[in-house]
C-alpha cells in the first residue's frame, strides 16, 4: 500500500488500531495523534467517510462541513489545552509577571487564539482527508528540515477560519511548493524574526522560545 494512504486504518476500522496514537473515535469521525509531530501537541482530525476523502479539501471543507465538524476539531484543542495545563507552567519573567501578556494557560480563549493552529495544507501529502490541530510552539525533534516548518507557517498552510474558500483557487502545486516551502524564509512564529534558510539556527531559537514561555509542573 503507498505511503499516502498511511491514515487510512484509523478510518476504516479504528477499533483495531493499537499504536497508542487513537485518541477519540465514533461513527463519523478519528482523532488521532500525529505520529510524526511538528510541535509539542499535534493532532489530526480524520472524517470518516470514504467520501470526504474524494477531491481536494478546499473542495470538500464548505459551511455544512464546518458546522458538522467544529465540535470534533473543539474536542481536539480542549485535549491540547489540557495537555498544557497538566504539564506546564507560564514561566514568569524577572517582574514577577508571565512572558507573556496573559496567561494563556489559564484563559483558553486566548490559548486558542495565540498558540493554537487549526487547517489543512494546500498540497496534502495524506490521501485522507484531514484537518490539523496543532499548538503554535513547532518545538519537536520530529521538526527536521525548512519543509517541515513552512508547511505550517506560510500561506502553505490554509486556516480552518479561512475555509470555505469560495470560490479562491489554491493553485498549482508545484508553484506553492516551490513559493512556500523552498523560497519562502523561515521567520519565527512568536516574534517575527526572519531566520532565512538558516534552519537549524530557526530550531535552537524555537527551543528557547518555549523554554521562555513555559516551564515543566
Ligand atoms: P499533510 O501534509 O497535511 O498530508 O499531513 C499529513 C500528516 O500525517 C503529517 O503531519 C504526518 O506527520 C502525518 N502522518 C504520516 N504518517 C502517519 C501515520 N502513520 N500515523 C499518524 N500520522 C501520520
Same mark, same amino acid.
Not at 123 to 126: D, E, F, G, L, N
Not at 181 to 184: D, E, Q, R, T
Given at each position: 500500500m503507498s505511503w499516502r494512504y498511511a491514515l487510512k486504518a484509523y478510518v476504516t476500522n479504528p477499533e483495531t488500531?493499537?499504536?497508542?496514537? +487513537?485518541i477519540y473515535f465514533d461513527d463519523k469521525v478519528s482523532i488521532i495523534k500525529?505520529?510524526?509531530? /511538528?510541535?509539542e501537541c499535534h493532532l489530526l482530525v480524520l472524517p470518516?467517510?470514504?467520501?470526504?476523502?474524494?477531491?481536494?479539501p478546499t473542495n470538500i471543507i464548505d459551511s455544512k462541513f464546518k458546522n458538522e465538524f467544529e465540535p470534533y476539531i473543539d474536542s481536539a484543542i480542549n485535549y491540547i489545552f489540557k495537555h498544557f495545563q497538566e504539564k506546564f507552567r507560564i514561566k514568569k519573567g524577572d517582574d514577577n509577571e508571565?512572558?507573556?501578556?496573559?496567561?494563556i494557560l489559564r484563559e483558553k480563549d486566548k490559548f486558542i487564539s495565540k498558540f493554537i493552529q487549526i487547517g489543512i495544507h494546500s498540497?496534502?501529502? +495524506?490521501a485522507n482527508l484531514h484537518i490539523h490541530v496543532i499548538s503554535?510552539?513547532?518545538?519537536?525533534?520530529?521538526? /527536521?528540515?525548512k519543509k517541515h516548518y513552512n508547511s505550517f507557517n506560510t500561506g502553505f498552510f490554509i486556516s480552518w477560519d479561512d475555509?470555505?474558500?469560495?470560490?479562491k483557487k489554491v493553485g498549482n502545486d508545484k508553484d506553492i511548493e516551490t513559493k512556500y516551502?523552498?523560497?519562502?524564509d523561515l521567520v519565527c512564529?512568536?516574534?517575527?524574526?526572519?531566520?532565512?534558510?538558516?534552519f537549524s539556527l530557526l530550531k535552537k531559537h524555537l527551543e528557547l522560545e518555549f523554554n521562555k514561555h513555559f516551564e515543566l509542573r
Open positions: 488500531v493499537d499504536d497508542g496514537a +487513537m500525529d505520529s510524526f509531530a /511538528k510541535s470518516r467517510s470514504t467520501q470526504l476523502s474524494r477531491g481536494h508571565p512572558n507573556w501578556e496573559d496567561d498540497v496534502p501529502s +495524506m503554535r510552539d513547532f518545538n519537536s525533534l520530529r521538526l /527536521k528540515n475555509l470555505p474558500l469560495n470560490g516551502l523552498k523560497n519562502h512564529c512568536y516574534c517575527q524574526e526572519n531566520f532565512s534558510n538558516k
